[in-house]
Nanobody, 119 residues
Framework: QVEVMESGGGSVHPGGSLTLSCTTS????????MDWYRQEPGKRRELIAS???????DVADSVKGRFTTFRDNTKNALILEMTNLRPEDTALYYC?????????????WGQGTQVTVSS
């Protein structure tokens, strides 16, 4: 099973920026899909960005234009650059690694990293 670890969370003021990283125990080029989710207390986990190893990237409308994600092969990491942060972006951010094996989706989650946006 692929191990996943997020880092880079913290506290910022509204309008600030943060960059999250997601590293894995295996080469990210071997992982079919890598996603970012976030979850506020008492709410469902929300998919905010998705990447595939053939270059496809999708970003949720709620963060489009403010968040950018990409795979950095030199660091073997999935990066989430967050700008113009808002209080409603406060959440626990998770990375998910998905492998497709003979048509079956196998996934691993990280432990999450907290992002807090407040004045």
């Amino acid at each position: 099973q692929v191990e996943v670890m997020e880092s880079g969370g913290g506290s910022v003021h509204p309008g600030g920026s943060l960059t999250l990283s997601c590293t894995t125990s295996e080469s990210i080029s071997s992982i079919d899909e890598m996603d970012w989710y976030r979850q506020e207390p008492g709410k469902r986990r929300e998919l905010i960005a998705s990447t595939t190893n053939d270059g496809k990237i999708d970003v949720a409308d709620s963060v489009k234009g403010r968040f950018t994600t990409f795979r950095d092969n030199t660091k073997n990491a999935l990066i989430l650059e967050m700008t113009n942060l808002r209080p409603e972006d406060t959440a626990l951010y998770y990375c998910k690694a998905v492998r497709v094996h003979f048509g079956e989706r196998l996934w691993s989650w990280g432990q999450g990293t907290q992002v807090t946006v407040s004045s």
